[in-house]
């Protein structure tokens, strides 16, 4: 899979997962889906309860889980993009309309970020849906 549509597939994740908890829920819902119906459509009713489960936890859920969702959000679109590469563009289409809903931030700029590890320490740095290890 090359790197676009791993960036795609990243994004997407981030703007459905950010989307659970907002009034934009039932556009996503309907959209994400339409997407699975369209493309995997042995799935889609799966998806949908998968969809409900994950709006239930990401209203409770800290900072970790909220990137658990979102990486597994990102694992199940790199299924269905490596399934069908015509997916692709849905699946752009659908992150650009969902994009211009109430919820999603959208940040422009430079983002500085300092981290320093001592000790055999790890540092993760998470911005948006971009990450520096």
Do not use: C, Y
């Not at 990137?67 to 199940?76: C, P, Y």
């Not at 679109?77 to 692709?88: E, F, H, Q, W, Y």
């Not at 969902?98 to 001592?118: K, R």
């Amino acid at each position: 899979m090359d790197a676009e549509l791993a960036a795609l597939a990243s994004t997407a994740a981030t703007t459905i997962v950010t989307l659970l908890t907002t009034d934009a829920w039932d556009q996503v819902k309907q959209k994400v889906t339409m997407l699975w119906h369209r493309f995997m459509p042995d799935q889609a009713d799966a998806l949908e309860t998968g969809l409900a489960r994950d709006r239930l936890e990401i209203q409770a859920a800290d900072a970790t889980m909220a990137r658990a969702i979102t990486l597994d959000w990102e694992s199940r679109l790199l299924r269905l993009l490596s399934a069908d590469a015509t997916a692709a563009d849905a699946l752009r289409h659908i992150v650009a309309e969902l994009s211009q809903l109430p919820g999603v931030q959208q940040v422009h700029g430079a983002i500085s970020q300092h981290a320093e590890a001592n000790h055999n320490s790890t540092v993760i740095q998470v911005a948006g849906d971009w990450q520096q290890r």
